[in-house]
C-alpha cells in the first residue's frame, strides 16, 4: 500500500512539474499586450510600424513569450524597464518571424544588459607564446551558458533612426541561431545537406569580398567587422539583412535570397526602398609610357 501511495505520489508531481510550466505559458500567451507595452514595439521596433496586422500578431506572440521565458538582469547599476524589456524582446523575435513553431531561443535563459559599452577581460597569445591580459570594450556579447549580454545605450540607439547601420541585438541573437547547429560557425541549423552546400558556396564568396574590401578600404552595405571570421560574417549580414534589406538585395543578391530562405521574411516589405545608388564609374588613370 505504502509502495503504491509513493508511485501515485511520484505520478502525481511529475504531472505538476508537467502541467504547470504549460499551464503559466498558455496564460502568458492569452494575455494581450498593453497599449504602453504596443507603443514601445511601436517606438523602437522600426519593422513593426510597416507590418501587416497578421505580422504584428506574430511579432506580439512571440515577444510575449520571449518575456514569459527569459530573465533581464541589470548590471553596473541599471535598473530593468518595460521599455527596455519590450526593445530588446521586439528586435530579438523580428529574426522568428517566419520560422516555425513557437520555440523562442530555446537554449537562452537571461538577457544581461549594461548602461552603455562594457568591459571584458581578454587574453592574448602571440606566436612567440607570449601572454597579455587586457580589458576589451564591447556593445554585447552572445554566450553559450545561456546569456545574451547587451549595452542598452546602443539598443536604443538602433531603435530611434529608421535605418541604423549598426544594430546590437540582431547581432547577438544572430550568434543565438548560429550556434543551434552545435557550433557557432556561421551555418546555423538549415535542415539539409543541399541547403547546407548552397549556403557554404554564396556565404563563403561573399566573406572573402567582404575581406577583401576590408584590406582596402572598400564601403559598403556589409561592416568591416564581418570580415573577422564566419560566425560575425552571419551576424553582421543578418544586421544588414534586416536593417537595410534594399541595398542588401541589391549588391548581394546571391546572400540575399540564402538569408531568404533561411528566415523565410522578406524585411523589403517593411521598408520604403531608397533612391537608386548612383552608378559606380571608376577611376580612370592614364598609362604609363
Not at 37 to 45: F, G, M
Not at 60 to 79: I, N, P, Y
Not at 101 to 126: E, H, I
Request: charged share 20%; hydrophobic share 40%.
Amino acid at each position: 500500500m505504502e509502495a503504491l501511495l509513493t508511485v501515485s505520489g511520484l505520478v502525481a508531481a511529475g504531472l505538476l512539474a508537467w502541467g504547470v510550466p504549460r499551464w503559466r505559458l498558455h496564460r502568458a500567451l492569452a494575455r494581450p499586450l498593453a497599449a504602453a507595452e504596443l507603443a514601445i514595439l511601436e517606438r523602437n521596433v522600426t519593422q513593426y510600424r510597416a507590418m501587416e496586422p497578421p505580422q504584428r500578431a506574430r511579432l506580439e506572440h512571440l515577444v510575449r513569450r520571449f518575456l514569459h521565458e527569459k530573465t533581464f538582469v541589470g548590471c553596473a547599476g541599471l535598473e530593468i524597464t518595460d521599455e527596455m524589456r519590450m526593445t530588446i524582446a521586439g528586435q530579438a523575435c523580428l529574426l522568428l518571424m517566419g520560422t516555425r513553431g513557437d520555440a523562442v531561443y530555446p537554449t537562452l535563459n537571461a538577457v544581461l544588459v549594461y548602461p552603455g559599452a562594457f568591459l571584458v577581460p581578454r587574453r592574448q597569445v602571440d606566436e612567440a607564446g607570449v601572454v597579455t591580459e587586457e580589458r576589451q570594450d564591447l556593445l554585447g556579447e552572445s554566450w553559450g551558458d545561456g546569456r545574451v549580454i547587451l549595452s542598452w545605450d546602443h539598443v536604443r540607439r538602433a531603435g530611434m533612426t529608421d535605418a541604423p547601420s549598426h544594430n546590437v541585438v540582431l547581432h547577438e541573437f544572430a550568434h543565438q541561431l548560429d550556434s543551434e547547429s552545435g557550433s557557432t560557425n556561421g551555418a546555423p541549423y538549415l535542415g539539409s545537406q543541399e541547403r547546407y552546400r548552397s549556403w557554404s558556396e554564396v556565404l563563403s564568396r561573399d566573406f572573402a569580398a567582404l575581406r577583401h574590401d576590408a584590406w582596402f578600404g572598400h564601403e559598403g552595405v556589409l561592416d568591416h567587422y564581418g570580415a573577422t571570421n564566419p560566425a560575425e560574417f552571419f551576424a553582421v549580414a543578418t544586421e544588414a539583412y534586416f536593417e537595410q534589406p534594399h541595398r542588401l538585395a541589391a549588391r548581394h543578391p546571391a546572400l540575399y535570397e540564402e538569408f531568404l530562405k533561411y528566415y523565410r521574411v522578406d524585411p523589403r516589405a517593411w521598408q520604403a526602398a531608397p533612391a537608386p545608388e548612383p552608378e559606380f564609374v571608376g577611376v580612370s588613370y592614364g598609362q604609363w609610357q
